[in-house]
């Protein structure tokens, strides 16, 4: 029998008697909010004299002045990142009396192959935060080559007399050989990878050798050796821009499962960023070996302990601990890891490859039928199908046993394929326990691009059905977590160290009529509260590398969630100096500095970085003919090749070219960035001619890119003129290259594919929608809530709680579930739907739009550089209500929906006054911010 034990509410130190980073749970630590001006001559850079010392706990106790307290700090540190690309967090961990105050550095603003790329934090405390008679200050630190490992810290606090207020003094620390030093590798015993595209070392823990809760006051280092000064690091540390990352320690899962006495299950709910801790009373586990697994993903029964390893994005987090056999242990990972389940298992020997055996392994249900026959999937008892691991009809190839575990070697047939099974599967079978159907043509007729127009994939050929489907528990029939204590049901306190960016909870909120279009937004809000460190990443999971597409959706979806600008404006810097290989993420440089100029109201990336933004348009690559972008004509910048959309299965056929309407269109539309950017930066002459050849380049497309017969967009030139694919439609609308009077055939083109393209690619065509503006928004608001397999309802479905890097598992088998770049919603959402955008830097003046579909109310708050806008929408078949809180000192107009009424007259403020008709719309006249304003045409 399974028991559920949950630890809610466990104070750590009630175990131990105090350990290392003892806040309680759900308690943040202090954001950073100023900015130092620099290391002093005095703070030194220091180390373990270890020449091995990979992981090294540094450690200066602080006796208080007689009778004073400390009342408030600042403290700046850093320490060598110089490996990996800067992808691994903990070269700090930064304590103050016990307390886990930051963890960093995190990246830097120049070249990761640079030697100056290492940035400083700051921190300031209170007097909460620096109680006692002595203060301990203690840094963990990791360095991959020990010889380079280095840390540096100044710390500034004041003391006030407890008689006189008035009477302070000043406190000043800085690392130099008074501090101790202790070489904490043995502890870590590290080994092996857990990086999937980068080097991290799985943190084999051996208990016995922790010194003790070495980060409080009157710990005794006198067995510690004394700290040695290192070599400087040689350039002036500059400080960051951003706020110092969030660490929170005591974080308990809201779920875990004694799935037996050795074997214990647990789940976040969610994905996190995070390492997890183990404390074990003196005598609890009787075992040799602790082995703890994490991964995003299960493949069995919820609670069934069968978890996806190594996870899809190459990840291994599978660490082998070896308790104290004569005293408690503490166990805690050093660098953090993205997950959401876990796995803890006690074993006394070790199987073959050196774990301690896993757990046994659920089936997958599969089955293969011939056509004109039916299909039955059924799910074990209590469980739903939640997702379609494989799905083909035609002449796949392999086979699937029920019962023997989730193994199956089907593949397709490229000869003989249908590429909509598994979004055909997906929307029969979903969330049911069982499903049957009738194999033929006919199913599969709607949205196949590789068959007939019967749905007939190959003609004359015997074709028949492979499916394998994984079910799970029914969402909600969980068992409830109830309370347990240590020594009861499960011998250990687990809980989790998180990290994570700054996140404000009242920034930004969302809710309508439409049930699933919350759950998405809420979906994509998650993404970017948990998988945000100090840049933009792809994910944090395989590669943790910014990539400029992800840096501009992602950074754009926090523009519109959380009201800060340095976050995007550290992540341009990042991205700008350390480009990546695709042409159309180097023309998003210029998108990207454009946006930042238009939420922060400062050109600063423009003027920092201007030939290189001009350069990355691809501007120096039109042919004076043409006036198109023509690579057959002009070198490429070395190692950079066209994307298009990725994985490239989601291309939807695109003709690769030398001239290509996607990198064109991408060239018009930073041209466009560049010009309105030069005059803000000071480059009028630059932004005239960029101004200029986007509107030749926009001419050019429309006589060359355009067929006269669809009235669509070619796929380019050069072999590429007969064939229109989705990508060419979604950009070259997105970018406003599309002349007006296709919008109809476009439109008609693009509700009929839907979504062919990837969870990147629906960033244009979620936005060509709205900038077509022919409907009212109805197509994309089918498409944000729709449930086909290319859908965020699907992520739901198979419980994702942030967004995939793929739309399904067979899209990507390699796919993370947890990258931002798949937010696009949230843009969609606030730019389009509710139409809000920024007609002036800084919403110095704005203008909200609505294009609500068939939405009947709306609400929603959204941040700003000057402050929120509080927006309410109420729709009935004869009415249009709004009402609008501006942030003070900026104005903007209202335009509601015509509704079919002849009438100019908008009732503003309880006021009949004459609007001003914009298609079909009926606008304000600008209205001030700084108080709320109603609306309403009827």
Same mark, same amino acid.
């Given at each position: 029998?399974?028991?559920?034990?949950?630890?809610?509410?466990?104070?750590?130190?009630?175990?131990?008697?105090?350990?290392?980073?003892?806040?309680?749970?759900?308690?943040?630590?202090?954001?950073?909010?100023?900015?130092?001006?620099?290391?002093?001559?005095?703070?030194?850079?220091?180390?373990?004299?270890?020449?091995?010392?990979?992981?090294?706990?540094?450690?200066?106790?602080?006796?208080?002045?007689? %009778?004073? !307290?400390? &009342? =408030?700090? #600042?403290?700046?540190?850093?320490?060598? $990142? *110089?490996?990996?690309?800067?992808?691994? @967090?903990?070269?700090?961990?930064?304590?103050?009396?016990?307390?886990?105050?930051?963890?960093?550095?995190?990246? %830097?603003? !120049?070249? &990761? =192959?640079? #030697?100056?790329?290492?940035?400083?934090? $700051? *921190?300031?405390?209170?007097?909460?935060? @620096?109680?006692?008679?002595?203060?301990?200050?203690?840094?963990?630190?990791?360095?991959?080559?020990?010889?380079? %490992?280095? !840390?540096?810290?100044?710390?500034?606090?004041?003391?006030?007399?407890?008689?006189?207020?008035?009477?302070?003094?000043?406190?000043?620390?800085?690392?130099?050989?008074?501090?101790?030093?202790?070489?904490?590798?043995?502890?870590?015993?590290?080994?092996?990878?857990?990086?999937?595209?980068?080097?991290?070392?799985?943190?084999?823990?051996?208990?016995?050798?922790?010194?003790?809760?070495?980060?409080?006051?009157?710990?005794?280092?006198?067995?510690?050796?004394?700290?040695?000064?290192?070599?400087?690091?040689?350039?002036?540390?500059?400080?960051?821009?951003?706020?110092?990352?969030?660490?929170?320690?005591?974080?308990?899962?809201?779920?875990?499962?004694?799935?037996?006495?050795?074997?214990?299950?647990?789940?976040?709910?969610?994905?996190?960023?995070?390492?997890?801790?183990?404390?074990?009373?003196?005598?609890?586990?009787?075992?040799?070996?602790?082995?703890?697994?994490?991964?995003?993903?299960?493949?069995?029964?919820?609670?069934?302990?069968?978890?996806?390893?190594?996870?899809?994005?190459?990840?291994?987090?599978?660490?082998?601990?070896?308790?104290?056999?004569?005293?408690?242990?503490?166990?805690?990972?050093?660098?953090?890891?993205?997950?959401?389940?876990?796995?803890?298992?006690?074993?006394?020997?070790?199987?073959?490859?050196?774990?301690?055996?896993?757990?046994?392994?659920?089936?997958?249900?599969?089955?293969?039928?011939?056509?004109?026959?039916?299909?039955?999937?059924?799910?074990?008892?209590?469980?739903?199908?939640?997702?379609?691991?494989?799905?083909?009809?035609?002449?796949?190839?392999?086979?699937?046993?029920?019962?023997?575990?989730?193994?199956?070697?089907?593949?397709?047939?490229?000869?003989?394929?249908?590429?909509?099974?598994?979004?055909?599967?997906?929307?029969?079978?979903?969330?049911?326990?069982?499903?049957?159907?009738?194999?033929?043509?006919?199913?599969?007729?709607?949205?196949?691009?590789?068959?007939?127009?019967?749905?007939?994939?190959?003609?004359?050929?015997?074709?028949?059905?492979?499916?394998?489907?994984?079910?799970?528990?029914?969402?909600?029939?969980?068992?409830?977590?109830?309370?347990?204590?240590?020594?009861?049901?499960?011998?250990?306190?687990?809980?989790?160290?998180?990290?994570?960016?700054?996140?404000?909870?009242?920034?930004?909120?969302?809710?309508?009529?439409?049930?699933?279009?919350?759950?998405?937004?809420?979906?994509?809000?998650?993404?970017?509260?948990?998988?945000?460190?100090?840049?933009?990443?792809?994910?944090?999971?395989?590669?943790?590398?910014?990539?400029?597409?992800?840096?501009?959706?992602?950074?754009?979806?926090?523009?519109?969630?959380?009201?800060?600008?340095?976050?995007?404006?550290?992540?341009?810097?990042?991205?700008?100096?350390?480009?990546?290989?695709?042409?159309?993420?180097?023309?998003?440089?210029?998108?990207?500095?454009?946006?930042?100029?238009?939420?922060?109201?400062?050109?600063?990336?423009?003027?920092?970085?201007?030939?290189?933004?001009?350069?990355?348009?691809?501007?120096?690559?039109?042919?004076?003919?043409?006036?198109?972008?023509?690579?057959?004509?002009?070198?490429?910048?070395?190692?950079?090749?066209?994307?298009?959309?990725?994985?490239?299965?989601?291309?939807?056929?695109?003709?690769?070219?030398?001239?290509?309407?996607?990198?064109?269109?991408?060239?018009?539309?930073?041209?466009?960035?560049?010009?309105?950017?030069?005059?803000?930066?000071?480059?009028?002459?630059?932004?005239?001619?960029?101004?200029?050849?986007?509107?030749?380049?926009?001419?050019?497309?429309?006589?060359?890119?355009?067929?006269?017969?669809?009235?669509?967009?070619?796929?380019?030139?050069?072999?590429?003129?007969?064939?229109?694919?989705?990508?060419?439609?979604?950009?070259?609308?997105?970018?406003?290259?599309?002349?007006?009077?296709?919008?109809?055939?476009?439109?008609?083109?693009?509700?009929?594919?839907?979504?062919?393209?990837?969870?990147?690619?629906?960033?244009?065509?979620?936005?060509?929608?709205?900038?077509?503006?022919?409907?009212?928004?109805?197509?994309?608001?089918?498409?944000?809530?729709?449930?086909?397999?290319?859908?965020?309802?699907?992520?739901?479905?198979?419980?994702?709680?942030?967004?995939?890097?793929?739309?399904?598992?067979?899209?990507?088998?390699?796919?993370?579930?947890?990258?931002?770049?798949?937010?696009?919603?949230?843009?969609?959402?606030?730019?389009?739907?509710?139409?809000?955008?920024?007609?002036?830097?800084?919403?110095?003046?704005?203008?909200?739009?609505?294009?609500?579909?068939?939405?009947?109310?709306?609400?929603?708050?959204?941040?700003?550089?000057?402050?929120?806008?509080?927006?309410?929408?109420?729709?009935?078949?004869?009415?249009?209500?709004?009402?609008?809180?501006?942030?003070?000192?900026?104005?903007?107009?209202?335009?509601?929906?015509?509704?079919?009424?002849?009438?100019?007259?908008?009732?503003?403020?309880?006021?009949?006054?004459?609007?001003?008709?914009?298609?079909?719309?009926?606008?304000?006249?600008?209205?001030?911010?700084?108080?709320?304003?109603?609306?309403?045409?009827?």
């Amino acid at each position: 029998s399974r028991v559920m034990v949950g630890l809610r509410g466990l104070v750590v130190a009630a175990i131990l008697g105090g350990v290392v980073g003892t806040r309680l749970p759900g308690e943040q630590a202090p954001h950073r909010d100023v900015k130092a001006t620099g290391f002093s001559p005095t703070a030194t850079p220091i180390w373990s004299a270890s020449t091995k010392s990979n992981y090294v706990f540094l450690q200066k106790e602080v006796v208080v002045p007689s %009778g004073a !307290v400390l &009342t =408030s700090g #600042t403290i700046i540190v850093t320490a060598a $990142t *110089f490996n990996d690309k800067e992808k691994l @967090l903990g070269a700090y961990r930064l304590y103050v009396n016990g307390v886990s105050i930051g963890i960093g550095p995190g990246r %830097g603003d !120049v070249s &990761t =192959s640079a #030697t100056n790329h290492t940035l400083y934090d $700051t *921190f300031q405390l209170s007097a909460a935060d @620096l109680t006692g008679s002595s203060l301990v200050l203690g840094i963990q630190s990791y360095a991959s080559d020990p010889s380079k %490992g280095k !840390v540096i810290l100044q710390a500034n606090f004041t003391a006030t007399s407890v008689v006189d207020t008035t009477d302070t003094t000043s406190v000043a620390v800085v690392t130099d050989t008074s501090w101790r030093a202790f070489d904490a590798t043995p502890y870590y015993n590290p080994s092996g990878n857990t990086g999937g595209a980068y080097q991290a070392p799985q943190e084999n823990i051996d208990a016995a050798l922790f010194p003790g809760d070495w980060t409080m006051p009157n710990f005794d280092s006198s067995k510690w050796d004394a700290a040695v000064v290192v070599a400087s690091f040689g350039f002036e540390i500059l400080p960051k821009v951003t706020q110092g990352l969030n660490i929170t320690t005591g974080v308990i899962p809201p779920t875990i499962i004694a799935i037996s006495d050795s074997a214990f299950f647990f789940d976040f709910e969610t994905e996190v960023m995070a390492g997890i801790r183990l404390e074990v009373p003196e005598g609890l586990v009787k075992t040799k070996y602790i082995e703890l697994t994490l991964s995003e993903e299960l493949t069995g029964p919820y609670g069934s302990g069968q978890l996806l390893y190594p996870m899809r994005t190459g990840n291994h987090y599978r660490y082998l601990f070896t308790p104290n056999p004569s005293g408690p242990s503490v166990i805690e990972l050093h660098e953090y890891a993205l997950f959401r389940y876990g796995t803890v298992l006690l074993c006394n020997t070790l199987t073959s490859d050196g774990g301690c055996g896993g757990v046994p392994v659920p089936p997958t249900q599969c089955e293969v039928a011939k056509e004109e026959t039916k299909v039955e999937l059924t799910c074990p008892s209590g469980e739903i199908i939640s997702e379609v691991l494989f799905a083909d009809y035609g002449e796949p190839t392999g086979t699937c046993t029920n019962g023997t575990g989730p193994q199956n070697s089907f593949a397709k047939n490229a000869s003989c394929t249908t590429d909509n099974a598994v979004a055909v599967i997906s929307k029969t079978c979903l969330q049911k326990s069982s499903c049957t159907l009738t194999v033929g043509n006919g199913i599969f007729a709607n949205g196949c691009h590789t068959c007939l127009p019967d749905g007939d994939p190959c003609h004359l050929a015997l074709k028949h059905l492979s499916v394998a489907v994984k079910c799970i528990g029914k969402s909600g029939a969980r068992e409830s977590v109830v309370s347990g204590t240590v020594g009861g049901e499960m011998p250990f306190a687990l809980s989790a160290w998180t990290v994570a960016y700054p996140w404000t909870e009242t920034d930004s909120h969302f809710t309508s009529s439409n049930d699933m279009l919350n759950r998405v937004y809420e979906l994509c809000r998650n993404t970017l509260r948990v998988t945000s460190l100090d840049t933009t990443t792809d994910s944090n999971t395989r590669e943790r590398l910014p990539y400029e597409a992800d840096g501009y959706i992602t950074g754009n979806s926090r523009y519109l969630l959380q009201r800060e600008t340095n976050w995007q404006l550290h992540s341009g810097r990042h991205n700008f100096v350390n480009p990546t290989w695709p042409t159309e993420w180097r023309q998003f440089m210029p998108l990207i500095a454009y946006e930042h100029w238009m939420q922060s109201g400062s050109p600063t990336l423009a003027q920092e970085y201007w030939d290189m933004l001009s350069h990355a348009t691809q501007v120096g690559c039109v042919n004076s003919t043409t006036q198109l972008v023509d690579f057959s004509k002009c070198a490429r910048d070395a190692g950079t090749r066209d994307i298009v959309d990725w994985p490239q299965d989601a291309r939807d056929g695109y003709v690769m070219t030398d001239v290509n309407t996607v990198i064109n269109s991408f060239l018009v539309g930073s041209l466009n960035a560049m010009a309105k950017l030069g005059y803000a930066a000071g480059h009028d002459a630059d932004a005239a001619k960029f101004a200029a050849q986007a509107n030749a380049t926009t001419a050019a497309m429309r006589k060359l890119l355009v067929d006269p017969t669809t009235g669509l967009m070619v796929d380019g030139l050069d072999g590429a003129e007969h064939h229109s694919a989705w990508h060419a439609q979604t950009n070259a609308l997105w970018f406003g290259v599309s002349p007006p009077s296709s919008y109809p055939m476009m439109l008609k083109f693009l509700k009929e594919k839907r979504v062919v393209g990837s969870v990147y690619a629906v960033f244009s065509y979620l936005m060509s929608l709205y900038e077509m503006d022919a409907d009212h928004g109805a197509t994309a608001l089918e498409m944000l809530t729709q449930c086909d397999g290319n859908s965020w309802c699907h992520m739901l479905n198979v419980n994702a709680t942030a967004t995939m890097e793929a739309w399904t598992r067979a899209e990507k088998p390699n796919l993370s579930w947890s990258h931002p770049w798949a937010t696009a919603p949230i843009t969609a959402i606030v730019r389009g739907l509710l139409g809000l955008g920024a007609k002036t830097p800084a919403y110095a003046t704005w203008v909200l739009k609505p294009q609500l579909g068939n939405l009947t109310w709306v609400d929603i708050r959204v941040p700003s550089t000057p402050g929120y806008f509080d927006v309410s929408i109420n729709v009935t078949s004869i009415s249009f209500s709004l009402t609008v809180n501006a942030p003070a000192e900026t104005s903007g107009v209202v335009c509601a929906p015509m509704m079919g009424i002849n009438s100019l007259t908008l009732t503003v403020d309880g006021v009949a006054v004459q609007g001003v008709q914009s298609g079909d719309y009926l606008c304000s006249q600008s209205l001030l911010g700084g108080k709320a304003h109603s609306i309403v045409r009827k």
